[in-house]
C-alpha cells in the first residue's frame, strides 16, 4: 500500500514538472511520507508548534518535488563550481535532513512526565561515554549554544563506536560521517523566539525536561544493535 502510495505522487509530482516518464532519464526519485504530531507542553505555546509543524511538512514537500526534478536534470554538463545538478543536489540534501531531523526531534520531547531511570540503557550509555550523566547533559547544552541556527544531536558515531554529541548548522554543515541520530533538540530560533526571545538556554533547558525516554530508549537499543554488527558480535 506505502509503495501504491509513494508511485501516485511520484506520477502527480512528475506531471507538474512536466517530465517525460519516457524519455532517457534517470528514474531514482523518492518520495517522502510526512508523519503526524501531536506536540502537547507548557513549555511551547501551541502557535509556536503549529507553525513549526507547518514548517516540516513544507521541507517533506520541497524534499519530494526536488527528488522529481533531479530524474530530469541534464548530467552531460557538470560543474564543480556551478551547475544546475550541483545545486539542485544540494538542495535535496538541506531538505532531506531537515525534514528527517524535524521528525526526530518531535517524537522525543514534550514528555511532561519525563523521568529516564538510572537502570535504563540511555542513562547507561551516556554515563559510560560521558564520564556522567551531568556530563552528558553540560556537553549537550555547550553543542547546543555552539549552533550558528541548527541542531543539537546525541549520536553513535560508528567510527568510534561511542556516543558523542555534535551541532549541526542549518540543516547540513558540520554533519559528522557515520553518525546515527539518538537525541534531538531544534535550535533554529524559529523553534523559540515566539516564546523565548533570545532565551536560547532556557529553551533548551525546556526541551530537556520534557525529553521522551522511552522513544530515545529503543533508539539506543537500535543503536547498541549496530555496534555489535560493526564489532563482529
Not at 68 to 91: P, Q, V
Not at 136 to 155: E, H, K, M, P
Request: include cysteine; glycine fraction near 2%; charge should be negative.
Amino acid at each position: 500500500m506505502d509503495q501504491l502510495i509513494n508511485d501516485n505522487i511520484k506520477d502527480i509530482i512528475t506531471k507538474s514538472l512536466n517530465i517525460d516518464k519516457e524519455s532517457d532519464i534517470v528514474s531514482e526519485a523518492y518520495v517522502a511520507q510526512k508523519k503526524q504530531f501531536t506536540v502537547n507542553t507548557d513549555f511551547l505555546s501551541s502557535a509556536n508548534t503549529q507553525n513549526h509543524i507547518a514548517l516540516y511538512e513544507d521541507y517533506v514537500k520541497n524534499f519530494n518535488r526536488i527528488s522529481a526534478e533531479l530524474d530530469a536534470i541534464d548530467r552531460s554538463d557538470i560543474n564543480s563550481n556551478h551547475s544546475l545538478y550541483r545545486s539542485t543536489k544540494n538542495d535535496e540534501t538541506y531538505n532531506l535532513n531537515a525534514s528527517y531531523l524535524h521528525e526526530l526531534f518531535f517524537a522525543n520531547i514534550a514528555d511532561s512526565a519525563s523521568q529516564i531511570k538510572m537502570d535504563s540503557l540511555s542513562y547507561m550509555r551516556l554515563s559510560r561515554d560521558f564520564g556522567t550523566f551531568d556530563d552528558w547533559q553540560r556537553d549537550f547544552i555547550s553543542c547546543a549554544l555552539s549552533s550558528r541556527c541548527g541542531w543539537v544531536i546525541t549520536y553513535l558515531n560508528t567510527y568510534t563506536q561511542a556516543y558523542m554529541n555534535c551541532f549541526v548548522d542549518l540543516h547540513s554543515l558540520n554533519v559528522p560521517v557515520g553518525m546515527i541520530p539518538i537525541i534531538v533538540v531544534d535550535m533554529w530560533q524559529h523553534s523559540y523566539y515566539k516564546d523565548y526571545q533570545k532565551e536560547a538556554k532556557t529553551y533548551l533547558t525546556a526541551m530537556m525536561k520534557e525529553l521522551r525516554w522511552e522513544v530515545i530508549e529503543s533508539r539506543f537499543q537500535k543503536a547498541d544493535k549496530i555496534i555489535n554488527v560493526l564489532r563482529g558480535l
